[in-house]
């Protein structure tokens, strides 16, 4: 498996940005597709973003135009750039890894970080 390290949450005024990092370790990152989900107090845990192995990319209809999901395979790492946030976009964000071409689904994931705080405030 590998393993995943989140980083770059915080608290933001609504309107601001923050960008979300997710280093990996332990095999080979360019074989995984990856995929940010979140996680806020009470709800179910939700598909944000995915990048596939050929850098194609699919988001969630509510963070379309706001966020943009990357990877960088040099640096084992994806990043999640979060524009124009808004208070309910307040959650745990986690990062994930699959072998399958192009998830969205949860359960297609094996790996998975921590997860990173993010707050949005009014």
């Known amino acids: 498996q590998v393993q995943l390290v989140e980083s770059g949450g915080g608290l933001v005024q609504a309107g601001g940005s923050l960008r979300l990092s997710c280093a990996a370790s332990?095999?080979?990152?360019?074989?995984?597709?990856m995929g940010w989900f979140r996680q806020a107090p009470g709800k179910e845990r939700e598909f944000v973003a995915s990048?596939?192995?050929?850098?194609?990319?699919n988001y969630a209809g509510s963070v379309k135009g706001r966020f943009t999901i990357s990877r960088d395979n040099a640096k084992n790492t994806v990043y999640l750039q979060m524009n124009s946030l808004k208070p309910e976009d307040t959650a745990v964000y986690y990062c994930?890894?699959?072998?399958?071409?192009?998830?969205?689904?949860?359960?297609?994931?094996?790996?998975w970080g921590q997860g990173t705080q993010v707050t949005v405030s009014s």
């Open positions: 990048i596939s192995r050929g850098d194609s990319t």
């Open positions: 994930a890894a699959s072998f399958d071409i192009f998830p969205t689904e949860s359960r297609r994931f094996g790996s």
């Open positions: 332990g095999r080979t990152f360019s074989n995984y597709a």
